[in-house]
C-alpha cells in the first residue's frame, strides 16, 4: 500500500502480515458493499480493503478487546473511522443475520495442544484454537453473509480438506 497505512500494534500482540495484505486482496469486494472482519485483530486487512474499494462499510469483531480499541484508533489515524466500526465480541456470539456482501478470516491456524504456545496471551490466543473451532468461524461466516455472499479466508495449505469439509454444502463456488 506504499506506506498508506498506519497500525499501531500491541507489543506482544499478533502483528499484522503479508497474510493481511493477501486476504484483503483476494475478498472480491465492490463499491456499496458491506464486509465483516472476523477476528480483526487491530484492523489491518479490513483496512487494506477499505484502501482498495471505494465506498464500502466494514465490521470488524474481536475477542480481545485491546485489540479492538487499537483498531479504532487505527481507523481514527487512517481517516478510516466513518466507513468502519469495531466490536469486541466472540465470533461465536456475533449475530447479524445475512448482512453481510463479504466475510474475511485469518483464524487462528493451530488448535490448542497442538503447537508451542506463545508466552505472551495476546499473541497465544491469536495463534491457536483455545474455545473456539475452525468449523465455529465457518458457522459464524455462513450466518452473517447475505445468500450469494463470499467468505475470504487465508489458512494453512493443509488444512484445506478440513475447511472444505466443513463449508459443505452451504458454500457454492468454492
Known sequence: LDKKLYLAHLPNGFKTSMDSVLLASACPAKANEKILDMGCGVGGSGFCVLKRVNHIQLIGVEIQKEQVLLAKQNAFKNKLDEQSDFIHCDIRDYKNEKYFDHAIMNPPYLEEGKHL?????????????????????????????????????????????????????RFGAI
Open 117 to 169: 504456545r506463545s508466552p505472551y496471551e495476546e499473541k497465544a490466543k491469536a495463534m491457536g484454537h483455545e474455545e473456539s473451532t475452525l468449523e465455529d468461524w465457518v458457522q459464524s461466516a455462513h450466518f452473517n453473509l447475505k445468500s450469494k455472499g463470499s467468505l475470504t479466508t487465508i489458512h494453512r495449505a493443509d488444512q484445506i480438506d478440513e475447511i472444505i469439509r466443513i463449508m459443505g454444502k
